[in-house]
């Protein structure tokens, strides 16, 4: 079992910057496949920014350049860094995990997928 604890949102106005993190709970793995998603009110939950285990990032266009996604993996941690921070920005953000990676190589996937409680952003104009 797998529990995901996000933390590090806020209100700030635009341009302002937040740092989000995801800390891993529970079972011991040495690795995961990390990503961030959000969900503003009466829109679908969409795709942020993810990090594979081998470092490896990718961004959705939209905060390309502002956002920056990292890890840490003695902390079993991930962050997300936010910049230049806008009002389309305002939403709940969630962090995911998707796979883990055995410490002895290999991995399982984790379907659907592990979702922590989300924490919320506010990006005031």
């Known amino acids: 079992q797998v529990q995901l604890a996000e933390s590090g949102g806020g209100s700030v106005q635009a341009g302002g910057s937040l740092r989000l993190s995801c800390e891993v709970h529970?079972?011991?793995?040495?690795?995961?496949?990390m990503s961030w998603h959000r969900q503003a009110p009466g829109k679908e939950r969409e795709f942020v920014s993810g990090?594979?285990?081998?470092?490896?990032?990718t961004y959705a266009d939209s905060v390309k350049g502002r956002f920056t996604i990292s890890q840490d993996s003695a902390k079993n941690t991930v962050y997300l860094q936010m910049h230049s921070l806008k009002p389309d920005d305002t939403a709940m953000y969630y962090c995911?995990?998707?796979?883990?990676?055995?410490?002895?190589?290999?991995?399982?996937?984790?379907?659907?997928?592990?979702w922590g409680q989300g924490t919320q952003v506010t990006v005031s104009s």
């Open positions: 995911k995990t998707d796979r883990a990676i055995y410490c002895g190589g290999g991995s399982t996937y984790f379907a659907p997928g592990y």
């Open positions: 529970g079972e011991t793995y040495c690795g995961y496949d």
């Open positions: 990090i594979e285990s081998d470092g490896i990032t």
